[in-house]
T-cell receptor, first 110, second 113 residues
Framework: SQQGEEDPQALSIQEGENATMNCSYK?????LQWYRQNSGRGLVHLILIRSNEREKHSGRLRVTLDTSKKSSSLLITASRAADTASYFCATDGTGNQFYFGTGTSLTVIP | DAGVIQSPRHEVTEMGQEVTLRCKPISGHDYLFWYRQTMMRGLELLIYFNNNVPIDDSGMPEDRFSAKMPNASFSTLKIQPSEPRDSAVYFCASSPPGGVGYTFGSGTRLTVV
């Protein structure tokens, strides 16, 4: 399968703590993206990292990519209750399509 | 732009009935994707279009599923006949040329009873 797999499946932290989610994939990629999904809503694009990049930042988000290990991580610093959502990684296929992982459910406790 | 617009938001239908889901992508986006989300299987890519042409439909589960994109501003996903196992949330997404950074619609929650 081209789908990535996120780890852990569920994560619960206190507000203000950092949250780290990991994504592993099986085939070579050109791009990897992270998305957030709030309950009952569509997915929202957070950040894209290309295969020749190792780290990328966007606000409180930090994404790393290790192509030798076929893995990526998403770090959310100083978490807020509003960060409660499911987070998905998506890896590209041979065309322009992306395949989504199974997601990490993050709960931030106020 | 109002984003990707899907209709209906919710659909409840009886087994055997035809179901049509609709999607209006963001103007200027030349890629359109249909995904299905279930607890068991996660997000599955069903089909995607580029410039209104279907590129990859290998994710369409059965011949009961069909998708069309008659023009750049409209796409449909049809299930005929519907079955209870088709119950899921169906998402449409579009992306611009260069194809990164999907914008998703709010989804259609389909329940087949």
């Amino acid at each position: 399968s081209q789908q990535g797999e996120e780890d852990p499946q569920a994560l619960s932290i206190q507000e203000g703590e950092n949250a780290t989610m990991n994504c592993s994939y099986k085939t070579s990629i050109n791009n990897l993206q992270w998305y957030r999904q709030n309950s009952g809503r569509g997915l929202v694009h957070l950040i894209l990292i290309r295969s020749n990049e190792r780290e990328k930042h966007s606000g409180r988000l930090r994404v790393t990519l290790d192509t030798s290990k076929k893995s990526s991580s998403l770090l959310i610093t100083a978490s807020r209750a509003a960060d409660t959502a499911s987070y998905f990684c998506a890896t590209d296929g041979t065309g322009n399509q992306f395949y989504f992982g199974t997601g990490t459910s993050l709960t931030v406790i106020p | 732009d109002a984003g990707v617009i899907q209709s209906p938001r919710h659909e409840v239908t009886e087994m055997g009935q035809e179901v049509t889901l609709r999607c209006k992508p963001i103007s200027g986006h030349d890629y359109l994707f249909w995904y299905r989300q279930t607890m068991m299987r996660g997000l599955e890519l069903l089909i995607y279009f580029n410039n209104n042409v279907p590129i990859d439909d290998s994710g369409m589960p059965e011949d009961r599923f069909s998708a069309k994109m008659p023009n750049a501003s409209f796409s449909t996903l049809k299930i005929q006949p519907s079955e209870p196992r088709d119950s899921a949330v169906y998402f449409c997404a579009s992306s611009p040329p260069g194809g990164v950074g999907y914008t998703f619609g709010s989804g259609t929650r389909l329940t087949v009873v």
